[in-house]
């Protein structure tokens, strides 16, 4: 529909709801002044002009307020209206205290007082108008702005009010006394609730001066419930506003919660999943935590306005299972979605938990959330991906293998749960139940998200599949990585008959050296290696400085060298004494056959993808000496030479070539070509 279309519909509408003689289009006030509708009084001067607009752009909306006050000036009229397709606003310009606030009317007025009579929102696009009005209306006052909480603490405010039938009249100078009445209500209810200042009122006259003309009584709940879900998009970061609704209604459809069921959140933060659950099973109780006062409220404002009933305590998700006992195993579910990335200090954790110092803030959520479980309750968390395979998570992934069910692991692509959080999530969900040896894991592994599920959340399974975890190396659950592993795994078992740990047939693991400007010199007998000088990439050489042998760790021949950061697919025997940086594991073996062997093996194709499978790390991929003494490999002990093992390494795939100038690699392929 355009713009005189519209204008033509609108005027139909108002010619029902007053004397058609009083109503007009293209009104002209002035030679250059033509408001789109005009509503006249008795004396047939303006007493309502209304501007239209269709289109979208919102600095278009803002003009027309600016015109609709240059109208205003140059007639009598009482009151200014704004419509487009899904906003109807109504309002009157009032002096209060020394600044101009809008209060809002019904959308037809029947006088100059008709300011009590009150109508439902029509739309959530209506709502969100309120709030941005609200906000422009505060930029043109010094030093008075609005954030989106506190709009949302006024609606609730409004809410209360109509429900209690308190009065709340912005342009009266009882106003204060009137919301002091309803901060009293709320503060009985939340025992956290901030009641207004001071310093605040004149916002908050604001913003109820916006709204003054619509009831939430009267508004449907669907509209409600729907301008709720759209707030993150108001906004470039979407992060800070709580679980998307999208990802919390896919978190909801996985759960299975009965009447009488008590569920959790000890991170509730807006409350969004909670919201989501309690709309699927209003019969369950749902409590949640919240460690900031002032995020609490919001998500009591947000309850209150769809009519959600959770209860919401403000304390510290973590602490309260140890401060207290009834609070502890108590839930028959616990759904988390933690903050993420920070480490944690003595000083932020009881005393029971000193032991956790230093971990990552997500990774004691999740132990924290395990205790409010009752037997055979299960935790449904959203966690980095990097949780279920990095170095310093390994104490919460121990405790989740040895002592509990991991029922669900699902790898989320970066992007698709939070839409302004570029980083790889995983949904995890762990039944406190020890683990047997009938049970498994489901791991799920999710397409990238299609624009078009971007609000439903629902993308293709691009694969699924069960193991006993148990059975996995403890270095990762991640469905991707296990996937990989278990595909060359099975690869290598196909292959050779027999195989070993990788501890079995090495005789030492241990991490080379990290070396200042200070101990290395432009020419000396040891060189320090960097995986770079052995790709090719840099040939910039630096040596150990005379005299500091005995302090450094060295390699030799007998040891293999394996890429351990960025580039993790890199096998290297060195020909003679060197000083392996730091991103190299060194692994040392009895014999340089047995060393160049294993070399041969890591720098085929299989052996490649194996080790870039065992990486952990979402940035800078790694590896650790810790999963490599777990791994499995071909039994290459009996075999004297390499010589003697081309033929089995020539059975699994052709080795790639020229990765590394003149290193074993090149010499088996030469072997390789010699005897074909």
């Keep these: 529909?355009?713009?005189?279309?519209?204008?033509?519909?609108?005027?139909?509408?108002f010619t029902s709801e007053y004397d058609p003689d009083r109503v007009r289009a293209e009104y002209e006030l002035s030679a250059d002044s033509r408001p789109d509708i005009v509503v006249l009084d008795d004396d047939d001067g303006p007493w309502l002009i209304v501007e239209v607009k269709t289109n979208s752009d919102k600095n278009a909306h803002w003009a027309s307020f600016d015109q609709l006050r240059r109208y205003q000036?140059?007639?009598t009229a009482q009151y200014l209206g704004f419509f487009t397709r899904n906003v109807r606003y109504v309002y009157k310009q009032e002096e209060v205290d020394g600044y101009t606030i809008q209060v809002s009317s019904e959308t037809f007025p029947d006088s100059s007082t008709d300011l009590e009579n009150q109508r439902g929102f029509k739309s959530s696009a209506e709502i969100q108008f309120c709030y941005e009005q609200a906000k422009r209306i505060c930029k043109k006052q010094p030093g008075i702005e609005i954030s989106i909480e506190e709009f949302l603490k006024a609606v609730q405010q409004k809410a209360v009010a109509e429900e209690h039938e308190v009065e709340i009249s912005a342009w009266k100078e009882s106003f204060s006394e009137q919301i002091q009445d309803v901060n009293q209500i709320l503060q009985q209810r939340f025992s956290f609730y901030e009641a207004n200042s001071e310093d605040d009122l004149?916002?908050?006259?604001?913003?109820?001066g916006v709204l003054n003309g619509y009831s939430l009584e009267k508004t449907e709940d669907t509209i409600l419930e729907e301008f709720v879900s759209r707030i993150p998009s108001f906004f470039d970061d979407q992060s800070p506003y709580g679980t998307p609704i999208a990802s919390a209604k896919y978190i909801s459809d996985r759960l299975d919660i009965s009447p009488g069921d008590k569920i959790l959140d000890p991170a509730i933060g807006w409350g969004n999943v909670l919201r989501e659950l309690n709309n699927s099973e209003p019969g369950a109780e749902y409590q949640g935590i919240e460690i900031n006062p002032e995020i609490?409220?919001?998500?009591?404002?947000?309850?209150?306005?769809t009519k959600t009933d959770v209860s919401i305590r403000a304390s510290d998700g973590i602490e309260l299972p140890w401060m207290d006992e009834s609070f502890r195993s108590s839930f028959d579910h616990v759904i988390l979605d933690p903050p993420i990335g920070k480490r944690i200090s003595s000083s932020e954790i009881p005393e029971q938990l000193e032991d956790w110092e230093g971990q990552y803030i997500e990774d004691l959520f999740v132990f924290a959330s395990l205790q409010y479980l009752d037997e055979g309750g299960l935790l449904t968390a959203i966690v980095p991906l990097d949780l279920l395979s990095r170095g310093r998570s390994s104490k919460v992934r121990d405790e989740l293998i040895e002592n509990y069910q991991i029922e669900t692991v699902i790898e989320v692509n970066k992007g698709s749960f939070y839409p302004s959080v570029r980083s790889d999530l995983a949904v995890i969900q762990v039944r406190k139940q020890a683990s047997t040896d009938a049970n498994l894991t489901q791991f799920i592994i999710l397409d990238q998200l299609k624009e078009e599920d971007s609000e439903s959340f629902d993308p293709e399974v691009q694969n699924r599949f069960e193991l006993h975890v148990p059975d996995l190396l403890r270095k990762t659950l991640v469905p991707s990585k296990v996937e990989a592993q278990q595909n060359i795994e099975n690869r290598l078992y196909e292959e050779y008959p027999e195989y070993c740990s990788f501890d079995f047939v090495a005789?030492?693991?241990?991490?080379g050296i990290r070396l200042s400007q200070e101990e290395l010199a432009s020419e000396g007998d040891i060189q320090y290696l960097k995986i770079s000088h052995v790709t090719g990439e840099s040939d910039s050489k630096q040596y150990l400085k005379d005299g500091r042998v005995d302090e450094v760790v060295t390699a030799g021949p007998t040891d293999l060298l394996i890429s351990a950061a960025g580039a993790v697919d890199v096998a290297y025997v060195p020909e003679k004494e060197v000083v392996p940086h730091s991103n190299w594991v060194i692994v040392r073996f009895d014999s340089e056959a047995l060393a160049r062997i294993y070399q041969g093996f890591f720098v085929t194709e299989v052996g490649t993808d194996y080790l870039e499978s065992l990486a952990t790390g979402a940035t800078i991929p790694h590896l650790s000496i810790e999963v490599l003494n777990d791994i499995q490999v071909p039994d290459f002990e009996s075999f004297l030479s390499i010589e003697d093992a081309v033929p089995e390494l020539a059975q699994i795939e052709q080795l790639h070539r020229g990765r590394v100038d003149e290193n074993t690699?090149?010499?088996?392929?030469?072997i390789l070509q010699e005897g074909s």
Excluded: D, W, Y
């Design 1 to 13: 529909m355009n713009e005189p279309e519209l204008v033509a519909e609108l005027f139909k509408e």
């Design 202 to 208: 004149e916002q908050s006259r604001i913003i109820h």
């Design 73 to 75: 000036s140059q007639s």
């Design 296 to 305: 609490a409220q919001t998500a009591c404002a947000l309850n209150t306005i």
């Design 665 to 670: 690699a090149a010499h088996i392929q030469k």
């Design 507 to 511: 005789s030492g693991f241990r991490r």
